[in-house]
Each structure stands twice: as structure tokens, then as C-alpha cells.
């Protein structure tokens, strides 16, 4: 057993006297080696504390390979114990995703569907209607292929089955000629009569029945 080993092993048993525990913690410092020793050597003294008075009664001296044995102990209760926390940890980090992908996990995008001239109109758009938990929610893009186009204000309107029409939203085309826009409406898909895009008088220049 290296002196260092000794030294280790005498420092976490308190046997060290007070001005070479001193010299001892600086060599700490600057030693991996003997650090790593003192922290395999941790648990030596809670193993001795389970030692009584009775069990040291006539007892033969200690063997040499008493501490090489109480080393690979410790060991072994400290990989145990690594392994035993990175398996808590790893469940977990399971949990957590799962509890993530439960509670912000969104329904798929439904498919983008074209819709219809009403009147003859320099717009083109697609829109989706994809359930949510309190209706629909609705997602449009559309295109002015004419000049000025932000100069077009324009409106986004559903009607349901009773024939009541809701303004979602209202918009007007951005420079580039493309605007997109996305609005809720409290109703499940399959009580949406018809998507328009209209002007903001109520003009429908675009229109899609649903479901499609």
C-alpha cells in the first residue's frame, strides 16, 4: 500500500496529528490521487462504527488485507449508489418529457385547402380548420396578385350550420402581396358551414364549404 494510501486512510480516520493534517490538506490541494483516496475512503469510518466493544473483545490483530477489502466495499456501495441515483434521474427525465409532451403537445395541422372565387378577384388563398380544445382554430394564407395591395383591407369569416356569420379577423395584405392569418373561433370544425375571405363591407370574394 503506497504512503500516500496510508496517509489518506489515516486523515478520514482522525488519526493524523494536528500539524500533519494540516500538511496533509495543503498536499490535498495540489494531489488528485490523494483526493481521490480520501473520497474512496469516506465510508471506512461509518463501516468501523458498526464495529462494538464486544466485537474488538480479544480480537486477533487486523490483517494486512483489511482495508484493501474495506476499500473495494466502498467501492462497490458508491457505484451502487451512482448507479441507483442515474436511474432515478433517468425516470425522471422520462417523466418530465412525457408530462411536457400531456400538457403543450398540440392536435396535427389539418391539410391546406384552396378556396373558391365568389367574384372575379385578383386574391388567391388557402386555409385549414384543425380542432381544438375550446373550438377551431383556423390558419389562412392568401396572395393579392394586383397593385397596391396594402391598400386592400380584408376580413376572415365563418358561418355555422345556423347560418349566423363571426368576423375572425381583418387584415390587410402586406407589400410583398402576402399576408397570413391565423384566429379561434369558439365551435367545433364540423358546426363551420363555410370559411369566406370578404371584404370588410361583407363582400365574400373567396369562399370554402366544410368541410370541403
Known amino acids: 500500500m503506497s504512503e500516500s494510501c496510508i496517509s489518506a ?20 490541494e495540489s494531489c488528485a490521487d490523494c483526493r481521490r483516496s480520501v473520497r474512496e ?10 464495529v462494538g466493544p464486544n466485537d474488538l473483545a480479544d480480537a486477533p490483530p487486523a490483517p494486512d488485507t483489511l482495508l484493501p477489502r474495506l476499500l473495494r466495499a466502498v467501492r462497490r456501495r458508491n457505484r451502487r449508489r451512482r448507479w441507483a441515483v442515474a436511474a432515478v434521474a433517468a425516470a425522471a427525465v422520462v417523466a418530465a418529457v412525457l408530462t411536457t409532451v400531456q400538457l403543450t403537445g398540440e392536435p396535427t395541422p389539418s391539410p391546406v385547402v384552396a378556396m373558391r372565387q365568389v367574384v372575379d378577384t385578383p386574391i388567391t388563398a388557402g386555409v385549414s380548420v384543425t380542432p381544438e380544445a375550446s373550438g377551431a382554430r383556423l390558419w389562412m394564407t392568401c ?5 397596391d395591395p396594402w391598400t386592400k383591407p380584408y376580413a376572415l369569416v365563418v358561418t355555422d350550420e345556423a347560418g349566423v356569420r363571426h368576423r375572425l379577423a381583418t387584415w390587410r395584405v ?5 399576408a397570413s392569418v391565423t384566429a379561434s373561433v369558439d365551435m367545433p370544425p364540423d358546426q363551420i358551414a363555410t370559411v ?3 371584404t370588410l363591407d ?3 370574394l373567396l ?6
Open 41 to 50: 475512503l469516506a465510508g471506512v469510518p461509518g463501516l468501523l462504527s458498526r
Open 202 to 204: 361583407g363582400r365574400p
Open 207 to 212: 369562399r370554402l364549404r366544410h368541410p370541403a
Open 143 to 147: 396572395r393579392y396578385h394586383g397593385h
Open 9 to 28: 486512510a489515516a486523515y478520514v480516520l482522525g488519526a493524523l496529528p494536528p500539524d500533519e493534517r494540516a500538511d496533509f490538506e495543503e498536499h490535498l
Open 174 to 178: 402586406g407589400p410583398d402581396g402576402k
Open 196 to 198: 369566406e375571405l370578404t
